[in-house]
C-alpha cells in the first residue's frame, strides 16, 4: 500500500488552493449553495468555500 501511494504526484501549495473546497474557509461566512452570478461576485479566496453548479468559465 505505501508504494501505491508514494507514486503519486504531490501537488503543490498552489494546485492545492485550487481544489474546490481545499482552502480556508474558516473566516467565510455566506451562504454555501450559491447560483452562478453569486459564485462570480465572491472574491476568488472564498470561491472555492462553496457549492455552485457548473458554472462555465469566465
Partial sequence: ???KFSTLKQL???EQGNIKGGGW???YD???VVT???YY???PQY???VDSPD???R
Avoid: F, S, W
Wanted: charged letters at 20%.
Fill in 1 to 3: 500500500m505505501k508504494k
Fill in 36 to 38: 452562478c452570478a453569486e
Fill in 47 to 49: 470561491q472555492m468555500c
Fill in 41 to 43: 461576485a465572491l472574491p
Fill in 55 to 57: 458554472c462555465p468559465p
Fill in 30 to 32: 455566506g451562504p454555501i
Fill in 25 to 27: 474557509c474558516g473566516d
Fill in 12 to 14: 503543490t501549495k498552489t
